[in-house]
Nanobody, 124 residues
Framework: QVQLVESGGGLVQAGGSLRLSCAAS????????MGWFRQAPGKEREFIAA????????RYPDSVKDRFTISRDNAKNTLYLQMNSLKPEDTAVYYC?????????????????WGQGTQVTVSS
């Protein structure tokens, strides 16, 4: 199993930046592809970013491409999400997730392990 703990959320003004972290423990972190998702009240969980186990492959939806950057440090068992040019519509609970193997995925159902989430609120 993998245990995931997110941190770094908070309140920020529109146009600002935040860096989320996801600390992993348990099985070998480098054996897992990782993803970030978010969920706003009344909405479904939404794919935000994904990265392969070596960090060489990444994917983003158009809504965050060029504003958000996913990265990982396998030596520190940590996943990151750098969020720039934040907008009020980015307000949500942000979750990190892990799936065994190298393949990057954008679907919620393909991830086996989830963190508890961290709140990001962007004020206008």
């Amino acid at each position: 199993q993998v245990q995931l703990v997110e941190s770094g959320g908070g309140l920020v003004q529109a146009g600002g930046s935040l860096r989320l972290s996801c600390a992993a423990s348990g099985r070998t972190f480098s054996s897992y592809a990782m993803g970030w998702f978010r969920q706003a009240p009344g909405k479904e969980r939404e794919f935000i970013a994904a990265i392969g186990w070596s960090g060489g492959s990444t994917r983003y939806p158009d809504s965050v491409k060029d504003r958000f950057t996913i990265s990982r440090d396998n030596a520190k068992n940590t996943l990151y999400l750098q969020m720039n040019s934040l907008k009020p519509e980015d307000t949500a609970v942000y979750y990190c997730a892990a799936r065994f193997g190298p393949v990057v995925s954008t679907t919620v159902s393909s991830y086996n392990y989830w963190g508890q989430g961290t709140q990001v609120t962007v004020s206008s």
